[in-house]
Every structure is written in C-alpha cells, then in structure tokens.
C-alpha cells in the first residue's frame, strides 16, 4: 500500500528534524511557523525529547543553544519578527560553534509587517541579520518533500560544521498541503554529535579543529571542562586578546565551510539541456516559475529555471557557470530584489540579469513570471 | 484531469477543514492534491477561504486557483467576493439560506447546509461535513466511501457517528 499522504509544509519541517535526531525545541508561537511547534509538542515527548514554550523569541534562541551545548540537537522556529529577535544569540551560536537548526517561515516585513502573508524578505537578513564576520548555511524548500528533507540536511549540517543553520522556508511551502510520500528512518544518513577524540589526561582542548577544521567540543556533563564564550576564543575556548589568535580563529569559522563548499550548496535544473533563456528561483516561488517556464516554452521560448535549493554559501560557481551559457538571466523572488544581487556579482557581466520582484503580500501568478521571461526573450532578439 | 475548487465562508464555519478532508480522499484515492488556506487575523467571524487543485496524473506546482470549476460558498459575503472568476462552465453551490442573494451566475446549486446541519444531524457545526458530502456529490471525482474514511480519520472519534449521518445528508440533498 502507497504511503502517501497529503500533509503540511510545517509538519514535514517538524517530521524532517525528528528524524535527524532533534531531542529539544524551544520557541515561541507566530505565524506562519506555528504548527512546527505543534509538531514537535506533540512528537518529541513520544521519543524522549523535551518541548518548552518559552516566554518570548529570545529566550527560545537562549534555550536550544543551551540543550545543545549539553548534547541534544535542538531547533526552534520563528518568522521574521522573531528571528530578528534571535539575532544576537544566532551570532554567538557561529562564535561559540553550537550547532542548532532556526526555522524562518517568511512572511511579509519589516517589523510585523502584513501577517501573515507571504514573502521571501528575509533572505539577506538570513545571511547578515547577527553582526560581524560569519558565515551562513541557509536552504530553502519549494515543496512539503523538501521541506522534510532540508530539515534533516540543516540538522545535519549544524552538527557537522558546528554552526547555526537557517531553514529559509517560506508560507507558500509552509502552509502548503501536498501528497507526499516520506522516506523510511533506514533510508537517511543522520549525522552525529561530533565527539571528543582525547582525553583530558591526553591534552584535549575543545576547540582544537579536527582536520576538517571543525572543533569537536565535548558536551556538557561528560565529564570535560568546558568555557563557552561569543569572545574570541583559541583552542582552549577562553578569550584571548591578540591579533593571531583573532585572525586565525575568524579564518577558521570561514574556512571550514568554505572546503565543503561543494557538497553544501545544491541547486537544481530544470528544462535547461537546450535553455537559451534561465529563471533563477527558489522556494514556494519556483513552483509558479516552473509553471511560467512550461508556458514559455510551449509559446517557442528556450528556457529554464536554476532552482537554489542552498541560498547561502550562495552558488557562484553554478551562477557562473549558467551565465557563461544563456542570453539572459530573470531572477524571481518575493521582495524587493534581494538574491539578483547576488546573480548578478556571480553572473558578472555575462549576460543581462533582469529581476521579476514583488512585494505586495500576494504570490506570484505564472503569468507574471511569463512576462518577465518574454520581456528578457524580446529584449536580446 | 484538473479540477479546481475553492471553498469559502467565514471563520469558525470549518470550510478549511472541509478542504483538507476532501484533498486527503483525493489523495487516499491515488490522486495529486494541494490545498491551501487563507483567512483574516480574527480566529472566527473573518472571511475564511481553502483552495484545492486535484489532478488524476500530474505534479501540481503553482499551488493557487486561477479559474475555479466549483465554488462552494457559506455566507453572502463569501459568494459576493469569491464567485467571479469562476470557469463559464464552472458550478457556484451556494448554503441557501445563508446567502439570500444569490449572484448572477449560470449553474447554481442551492442547498439549505447549515438547515440540514442543525435540523438534520443536530448542530451548525456539522455544516462543514455537510457541505463536503455535498461537493463530494456534485464534483463526483472521488467516491463517498473513501470521503467517509477520510471524515473518519479527522474527527474526534466520538463525533464520527454524527459526521458521518451529517456527509450522508449532505450527499443525499444534492439531487
């Protein structure tokens, strides 16, 4: 018998970090994300896990780094409002190394904005919302599928790099409710809290990189001393105040994203063996793009869409690649024009990058997208 | 096949549960299903709206409804503000007494839902499974008894004797 059922966005997103092994949710309710806060409250205690409703968004923050600092891959859940709330304690989750996976369900801002209507607005803040230099994993669903497996490849990513992951969802994806069919626990590949490979007799010191220039850091209770601090740290994990350490210690937190950059940043292709023309899209918005392409593409158009599955590291080098191939670029996104930058500082004088935004709390019609496709196809005839 | 359907009424009236039921039979069906929601802050009294797209055989991607085939309205307000861009050969099914004015539009079915819901089954609240025995009728794409299933694995279960008698009526007013 088919295991297919019809189910949400949010639920899968709840679904997808149970089974990467989240043990901890702390958050506080806003729509459009609450029904991951539902799921994991009604799930997590089923496997030993724990729920806390909190008393606001920053303590939330406060709460999943603290589970996860004493062994539990924890996740919390927000949208907009709320995850400019967390920015200080996202900050020092990428200073202190604790991994932990932030659901942003978008919504239209600044500030709260038209709740609880959708948008794609956040995703610079995604990468820059906490100050300083950092880098960012951020990945954003297009269906309830994905939205089930991204969670499990952010749960997946914070542990193994050590780092604050964003889920980029968007209330398209979340409030979506599509058949789907999820796989079996056996068919995953969990990643698993990092462990200390020393003892302490042996010299271990916690935020030594591995040769993957991750630190294995010993959570609390088992027995290790550990100081965590969002202070520069060297290896000992207390601050230090000189310019090599500094220097290093910010090289590092770039640098062990950066080696893995490839097997981080995914992106999908679709109609695009003989694509002359290409939309960039992704999340819920890439559902209407891929429509409009299918249009285009009966009217005679050769296009077809590049889909950024990971927003952040952003995908340059398929960016690069894609410009060196087509006439023109269309980037489609919920906001004002946010990611076009991005394409087009990757594009880099290629081709044209023409942008097709909107910002007014509904979604794209596929008839929007086909405009902007035909307009880019009859300006470089 | 695509079939388009758009539900409407006004918070509290259940329609968004009414559409999540049908597509979750469209789906035990082995039929492609999205549904997808909108409604005003207020928890009940604001215009509530659920579209669903249900297709025999292809992926559903732009998930909202351009041109309804069938659209179910509860309230005045909801037939007034959601029945204009329905397909011409497309059905309005309106409950009759909460919509006193029906809009001009070709193929209108009426059917008193929340009468049949407090008269028949007992409570308006049932006059959501009502109205989903009534679409199930009218659209005629997925059978009653895969609907019931589907009522029955929604409800609480010792409301599932009286939803089902409320589906049954629903199902029955439609001649």
Redesign the interface.
């Given at each position: 018998m088919?295991k297919?059922?019809?189910m949400q966005g949010n639920e899968a997103c709840a679904e997808g970090a149970l089974a990467a092994g989240v043990r901890f949710f702390g958050g506080y309710p806003i729509t459009p994300s609450t029904e991951i806060a539902e799921g994991m409250a009604k799930m997590l205690p089923k496997v030993g896990g724990k729920f806390v409703q909190m008393e606001d968004e920053i303590a939330s923050m406060g709460v999943v780094l603290g589970a996860s600092l004493a062994g539990k891959k924890a996740l919390t859940a927000s949208s907009g409002p709320g995850i400019s709330l967390k920015q200080e304690l996202i900050g020092y989750a990428a200073a202190a190394e604790i991994p932990v996976v932030i659901v942003n369900v978008q919504r239209v801002g600044p500030s709260t904005g038209q709740?609880?209507a959708p948008s794609q607005g956040d995703v610079m803040q995604a990468r820059w919302g906490t100050h300083g230099d950092h880098p960012m994993i951020a990945l954003s669903p297009w269906s309830v599928r994905e939205a089930f497996d991204t969670a499990v490849m952010a749960v997946n990513y914070s542990e193994r790099f050590r780092t604050p992951v964003i889920l980029l969802m968007d209330e398209?994806v979340g409030?979506?409710?599509?058949?789907v069919e999820l796989p079996e626990a056996s068919e995953l590949e969990i990643y698993p809290r990092r462990q200390p490979s020393k003892t302490r007799a042996e010299g271990y010191q916690p935020y030594a990189p591995a040769e993957d220039l991750v630190p294995n850091v010993a959570d609390f209770g088992n027995g290790y001393h550990i100081h965590v601090t969002g202070l520069i740290h060297d290896e000992t994990g207390f601050p230090v105040g000189n310019p090599k350490v500094t220097r290093e210690a910010i090289d590092r937190l770039h640098k062990k994203i950066a080696i893995a950059q490839d097997e981080i940043t995914h992106v999908e292709e679709y109609c695009m063996e003989d694509a002359e023309y290409a939309v960039v899209a992704f999340g819920?918005t890439a559902?209407?793009a891929?429509?409009a392409v299918l249009e285009a593409r009966k009217k005679g158009i050769k296009v077809g869409m590049v889909r950024l599955i990971t927003i952040w590291p952003f995908a340059d080098k398929a960016i690069k690649a894609l410009a060196a191939k087509v006439k023109g670029i269309l980037v489609t996104e919920l906001n004002y024009g946010q990611i076009v930058n991005e394409v087009e500082r990757a594009a880099a004088g290629q081709c044209p990058v023409e942008l097709c935004a909107k910002y007014d709390m509904t979604?794209f019609?596929?008839e929007e997208i086909l405009e902007g496709i035909e307009n880019l196809a009859g300006g470089n005839k | 096949m695509r079939k388009q359907i758009r539900l409407s009424g006004s918070g509290g009236q259940g329609v968004i549960t009414a559409a999540i039921i049908y597509a979750e039979a469209a789906v035990s069906a082995g039929m492609e299903a999205v549904q997808s929601q909108s409604y005003g802050p207020e928890a009940r009294g604001g215009a509530s709206k659920s579209e669903v797209i249900i297709d025999d055989s292809h992926p559903i991607f732009h998930p909202h409804v351009k041109t309804p085939d069938v659209v179910l309205a509860m309230t005045q307000k909801a037939a007034d503000k959601y029945y204009g861009d329905l397909h011409s050969d497309g059905i309005l099914i309106l409950d009759t007494d909460l919509v006193p004015e029906p809009p001009k539009f070709g193929n209108i079915i009426q059917v008193p839902i929340t009468k049949i819901a407090i008269e028949q089954a007992g409570k308006s609240l049932f006059a959501n499974i009502v109205a989903l025995g009534v679409l199930t009728k009218v659209l005629n794409l997925v059978d009653l008894d895969t609907v019931r299933t589907a009522v029955s694995h929604r409800v609480p279960p010792h409301t599932i004797e009286a939803n089902m008698k409320a589906l049954q009526l629903g199902y029955d007013a439609v001649k």
């Amino acid at each position: 018998m088919s295991k297919a059922r019809l189910m949400q966005g949010n639920e899968a997103c709840a679904e997808g970090a149970l089974a990467a092994g989240v043990r901890f949710f702390g958050g506080y309710p806003i729509t459009p994300s609450t029904e991951i806060a539902e799921g994991m409250a009604k799930m997590l205690p089923k496997v030993g896990g724990k729920f806390v409703q909190m008393e606001d968004e920053i303590a939330s923050m406060g709460v999943v780094l603290g589970a996860s600092l004493a062994g539990k891959k924890a996740l919390t859940a927000s949208s907009g409002p709320g995850i400019s709330l967390k920015q200080e304690l996202i900050g020092y989750a990428a200073a202190a190394e604790i991994p932990v996976v932030i659901v942003n369900v978008q919504r239209v801002g600044p500030s709260t904005g038209q709740p609880t209507a959708p948008s794609q607005g956040d995703v610079m803040q995604a990468r820059w919302g906490t100050h300083g230099d950092h880098p960012m994993i951020a990945l954003s669903p297009w269906s309830v599928r994905e939205a089930f497996d991204t969670a499990v490849m952010a749960v997946n990513y914070s542990e193994r790099f050590r780092t604050p992951v964003i889920l980029l969802m968007d209330e398209i994806v979340g409030h979506l409710r599509e058949k789907v069919e999820l796989p079996e626990a056996s068919e995953l590949e969990i990643y698993p809290r990092r462990q200390p490979s020393k003892t302490r007799a042996e010299g271990y010191q916690p935020y030594a990189p591995a040769e993957d220039l991750v630190p294995n850091v010993a959570d609390f209770g088992n027995g290790y001393h550990i100081h965590v601090t969002g202070l520069i740290h060297d290896e000992t994990g207390f601050p230090v105040g000189n310019p090599k350490v500094t220097r290093e210690a910010i090289d590092r937190l770039h640098k062990k994203i950066a080696i893995a950059q490839d097997e981080i940043t995914h992106v999908e292709e679709y109609c695009m063996e003989d694509a002359e023309y290409a939309v960039v899209a992704f999340g819920g918005t890439a559902r209407t793009a891929y429509e409009a392409v299918l249009e285009a593409r009966k009217k005679g158009i050769k296009v077809g869409m590049v889909r950024l599955i990971t927003i952040w590291p952003f995908a340059d080098k398929a960016i690069k690649a894609l410009a060196a191939k087509v006439k023109g670029i269309l980037v489609t996104e919920l906001n004002y024009g946010q990611i076009v930058n991005e394409v087009e500082r990757a594009a880099a004088g290629q081709c044209p990058v023409e942008l097709c935004a909107k910002y007014d709390m509904t979604i794209f019609e596929p008839e929007e997208i086909l405009e902007g496709i035909e307009n880019l196809a009859g300006g470089n005839k | 096949m695509r079939k388009q359907i758009r539900l409407s009424g006004s918070g509290g009236q259940g329609v968004i549960t009414a559409a999540i039921i049908y597509a979750e039979a469209a789906v035990s069906a082995g039929m492609e299903a999205v549904q997808s929601q909108s409604y005003g802050p207020e928890a009940r009294g604001g215009a509530s709206k659920s579209e669903v797209i249900i297709d025999d055989s292809h992926p559903i991607f732009h998930p909202h409804v351009k041109t309804p085939d069938v659209v179910l309205a509860m309230t005045q307000k909801a037939a007034d503000k959601y029945y204009g861009d329905l397909h011409s050969d497309g059905i309005l099914i309106l409950d009759t007494d909460l919509v006193p004015e029906p809009p001009k539009f070709g193929n209108i079915i009426q059917v008193p839902i929340t009468k049949i819901a407090i008269e028949q089954a007992g409570k308006s609240l049932f006059a959501n499974i009502v109205a989903l025995g009534v679409l199930t009728k009218v659209l005629n794409l997925v059978d009653l008894d895969t609907v019931r299933t589907a009522v029955s694995h929604r409800v609480p279960p010792h409301t599932i004797e009286a939803n089902m008698k409320a589906l049954q009526l629903g199902y029955d007013a439609v001649k």
